[in-house]
Nanobody, 122 residues
Framework: VQLVESGGGSVQDGGSLNISCVAS????????MGWFRRAPGKEREFVAA????????NYADSVKGRFTISRNNAKNTVYLEMTRLRPEDTGVYYC????????????????WGPGTQVTVVP
């Protein structure tokens, strides 16, 4: 299965952006999925995750209350709605399968896609 992220771009401080991640097939239909990001010069970090049915969610403290993860299993797609963006949210955003929605460890697998660049301009 391949994951492809899209929807990134450049936005002003305080702005909003919605990004998506599409899986090439329904292999992850029953899996918890997460969003991660890599800021310039930093390690990849956890952002958000949800269960396969999308009911339970988990967020990094830095994005709690500003970002919302959701999914449409019929479309094999996971979304991340980002509001009140800050310059420190700048980075490349990736989605991936996670062991559990409440596990914030960065997955060690080969499913990483190309990511989508999000730039927040001060």
């Amino acid at each position: 299965v391949q994951l492809v992220e899209s929807g990134g771009g450049s936005v002003q401080d305080g702005g909003s952006l919605n990004i998506s991640c599409v899986a090439s097939d329904d292999s992850f239909f029953w899996d918890d999925m997460g969003w991660f990001r890599r800021a310039p010069g930093k390690e990849r970090e956890f952002v958000a995750a949800n269960t396969w049915i999308g009911v339970y969610t988990n967020y990094a403290d830095s994005v709690k209350g500003r970002f919302t993860i959701s999914r449409n299993n019929a479309k094999n797609t996971v979304y991340l709605e980002m509001t009140r963006l800050r310059p420190e949210d700048t980075g490349v955003y990736y989605c991936n399968k996670v062991n559990s929605y409440n596990d914030s460890d960065v997955p060690d697998n080969d499913y990483w896609g190309p990511g989508t660049q999000v730039t927040v301009v001060p």
